[in-house]
């Protein structure tokens, strides 16, 4: 058994490789570029992890792991196109740098790796590792379609919003999980048990990730605090405010002027803070992270293969950057 | 045995089926327009007569087919963002009608849903098959790439620019026939013949496209005549001709302004004429597709069984739309 920083070590060398071509380069050099920019490697992390919960890591889990990573990566130099960003993990995005028509071309090659390194299995599971990726895959892309449907949307539901961030974050969280158990041999019961584990967790996650946003330590986390708020992006914390305040409250944080963007993101945390909305999100991050280990208890393997997973719901839910 | 007219019929029950989910509409309707925007189906057709040659067609192949339809409309959708062409076969394209963020991932669920296809294939050969498949994807990205790349330099060698079509249009050609003939079970030689035929049938093919764009019947084609010397796009003609008119014509033609387009047309087809780049062109395209019948006659099959193909090759670039 090993905990997530071995497993995240043990995946660094995978990962460290060129998975690309060298031609044409400026094709490639743009995505060498952006694995390059790292990040937490969490899924990946997962994958390996849902493998050892049930036996030795199997060769074939690297492969799954990468084209995880990959697949995500895929997802955010898109996402960054759509987005408009600047910036990523503190460094330029692909369409800064290159332009948008190369990160558009650099995250479908991206995409079409990841399928090699699924085809680099060599189990009978190849089916059902496709099956699972690309259910995941049609899911995040209608999360990301449901997020950009909600920007423009005058008001969204709690019930919309959280199944828009199950499709957009958790489904690939608990499909991470999922492919690893399957690698394993698992039985289906455990699989489903697992893949629950992980959309909780997910949820909890985004919950976390979207609380830093407002109230993180901008040293720690790496981000400008608050950037969600200049974006008028629906998160957590928004959607809870604005079924919560009063119209009249309402309509004067609508007044704000974008121009004045710190007087914008000051007057929404004081509102956040005047409708317990911070207090709320960490007690709706309890309650999923709780369902998740409810989910993981319920997995018929002995307890103790399962404390690295409690170690990253622990790192994943508290973590300050 | 099938005429390319009889596979086409087969198929368009296969593509008139809806390929996607129904929810969130705002994902896949695009998704479903584009594709009832119709087209040639040259491609799965082409996977049909992969398999046609050697066996009767087997389920698996239409799974293939519609794979490869979805993967060609997913480069469109991706393409027309890249061009920001507002119009395909005559209609608004994706990113046009519903914006850039929602045609990219309609083009990347797209992608996705192709594998589902090839995730169909219950044979022993869906190894293989996304073997070929992924190869074929990656350089059709290069392709793409190296197209953007080319529209900015000032001169492009004739074998770098056959080279670039290789890879944008020739090997989904080429692929799409290998993988029919890789699920009838063919031979690698084979397969391999069958591959080479494709792949110079296509550079025919794309001669032609080049050649109807300049000197087509609009009416006929569909299209307006000389759109690709509006864009300043690098065609076969317009790289033989840079690299044949005299250095004073070639300021001369540069200096053509841009708003006056009939003009710039017109100068332009005068010099491919005085040039004699249409004469050429028309040489050229016969060449590819003599190597081409040569390497269909080294297929070790009754060649009755050819009949379909040569058809196809003559339809291909003997075509006026």
Not at 273 to 288: F, P
């Amino acid at each position: 058994m090993h905990s997530f920083e071995e497993l995240s070590a043990l995946l660094k060398d995978k990962l460290a490789v060129s998975h690309f071509p060298t031609h044409p380069s400026t094709l490639y050099r743009p995505a060498d570029y952006f694995l390059g920019l790292g990040g937490k490697r969490i899924r990946p992390v997962m994958c390996l992890m849902g493998n050892e919960l049930f036996a030795d890591i199997l060769p074939d889990t690297y492969h799954a792991a990468v084209a995880i990573e990959l697949f995500h990566n895929f997802t955010l130099i898109h996402d960054d196109i759509m987005d408009k960003a600047p910036l990523r993990r503190g460094m330029q995005t692909v369409h800064a740098r290159w332009g948008e028509p190369t990160a558009l071309l650099t995250g479908d090659v991206m995409l079409v790796v990841a399928y090699d390194y699924l085809n680099k299995i060599r189990s009978g599971h190849l089916h059902s590792i496709i099956h699972l990726f690309n259910q995941t895959a049609r899911e995040v892309c209608e999360g990301q379609q449901l997020d950009m449907d909600f920007e423009k949307a005058e008001q969204v539901s709690m019930p919309e919003y959280i199944r828009m961030i199950e499709l957009k974050t958790s489904v690939l969280m608990a499909a991470s999980l999922q492919m690893g158990a399957l690698l394993a041999g698992a039985g289906e019961q455990d699989q489903q048990h697992l893949y629950a584990f992980g959309k909780n967790l997910g949820i909890s996650f985004q919950i976390q990730d979207d609380y830093l946003d407002a109230f993180g330590n901008p040293e720690k986390f790496g981000k400008q605090i608050g950037g969600d708020i200049l974006a008028d992006k629906k998160t957590f914390l928004m959607v809870k405010a604005l079924e919560t305040v009063h119209q009249q409250q309402l309509r004067e944080l609508k007044m704000i002027p974008g121009a004045n963007s710190s007087e914008k993101i000051a007057q929404w945390l004081a509102t956040y803070k005047a409708c317990g909305v911070d207090q709320w999100a960490m007690e709706l991050k309890e309650q999923y992270k709780n369902n998740a280990l409810v989910c993981l208890e319920q997995i018929s393997i002995d307890p103790a293969r399962k404390k690295p997973l409690l170690e990253l719901a622990d790192f994943l839910i508290q973590r300050d950057y």
